[in-house]
């Protein structure tokens, strides 16, 4: 992200208490258990019907970020770049643009089925700040700390029905500190990742299991689902460069990405993971390769993002069939 520009989510998005995601119990479990999967998953993309869905006042950015059992949809367009200001809204029938007042930049990036939504706005200089809205009014959420960056990053990437929320913050090092964050409360706490750093919480269930991602021992990206007890499942697709969980819904079922390759050769691929059955790869048929999953519904509904063969950035829903 200038921290803005959000070519690939940097998260990535339903009915628990504060104290969900405070449980500090430190446990370890890896995805492989239950589910080993040694080769790359198996394509499930056919077993989705997918439909795009781009705002019409930047077709050549969109990105949709979170999906509620409604239907709703979060997102927003525009690149970031000169001309391009990233615009925030929602999406059931129609558009309805959500910008925090008076920013320059808006993401809108997670939702509950209550109509509560949360992301991040900038102002000029750059700087992010969590936000939520809730009832029309919209609310500045930062994680209260003195060790922020020198330019200023925190975001809110999802909400559950109880309104407890998640996000990061990033350290003047330029480290990821996954957090929560009650609406109702105006706590905050951290959210730790057994053996790993630099933590991204992108998103929170009924249940109060987050997922996200995170920097594992070896230095890799990888996926995790860290469980209201503290146990945490390591999401790593097999021979993957970086694994990215993104969105989890209330069966457990987490959404992402995963890249294949370094550099100018990396291929990047939407994945859904749940228990018992691990890996499946999912991808719009416009965009294989450059597939990026960011939100579920409880219904297995997914959207996210495609880079199409003009170089433009669309959004789309995905629904499984059947």
Excluded: C
Excluded at 15 to 37: D, F
Excluded at 148 to 176: C, E, R, S, W
Excluded at 221 to 232: C, I, M, P
Excluded at 295 to 313: L, M, P, W
């Amino acid at each position: 992200m200038s921290n803005i520009i959000r070519n690939r989510p940097r998260y990535r998005r339903t009915a628990a208490v504060a104290a969900a995601a405070s449980a500090l119990v430190a446990g370890v479990l890896s995805a492989s258990a239950g589910a080993q999967q040694t080769t790359t998953p198996p394509d499930a993309s056919g077993n989705y019907s997918f439909q795009t869905a781009n705002n019409s006042k930047d077709l050549t950015f969109n990105q949709l970020l979170g999906i509620n059992n409604s239907d709703t949809i979060a997102g927003y367009f525009g690149s970031g770049k000169p001309g391009h200001p990233n615009k925030g809204y929602t999406l059931h029938v129609n558009f309805r643009s959500e910008n925090f007042p008076r920013s320059a930049q808006t993401q809108v990036i997670g939702l509950n089925n209550n109509g509560a939504t949360v992301g991040f706005w900038a102002n000029g200089a750059g700087a992010n700040f969590g936000f939520y809205s809730m009832n029309g009014q919209f609310h500045t959420a930062d994680y209260p700390t003195k060790d922020m960056a020198k330019t200023p990053m925190d975001q809110l990437l999802g909400i559950n029905n109880g309104g407890l929320a998640v996000g990061f913050y990033q350290d003047h090092k330029g480290v990821n500190h996954g957090y929560w964050y009650d609406v109702n409360t105006h706590r905050y706490g951290m959210v730790p990742v057994s053996g790993d750093t630099n933590v991204t919480a992108a998103a929170i269930n009924g249940l109060g299991d987050i997922a996200g991602f995170a920097t594992n021992g070896v230095g890799n990206t990888e996926g995790f689902l860290r469980l209201q007890s503290g146990r945490v499942v390591h999401l790593n697709v097999p021979g993957a460069a970086a694994t990215q969980a993104t969105g989890i819904n209330n069966g457990d079922e987490v959404v992402g990405n995963y890249t294949v390759g370094t550099g100018n050769n990396a291929m990047t691929y939407g994945f859904v993971w749940s228990p018992g059955l691990g890996f499946r790869t999912v991808n719009d048929p416009k965009g294989i390769g450059s597939t990026i999953i960011n939100g579920v519904n409880d219904r297995g509904q997914v959207v996210g993002f495609y880079t199409d063969q003009a170089g433009n950035t669309d959004g789309f829903v995905a629904r499984p069939q059947g």
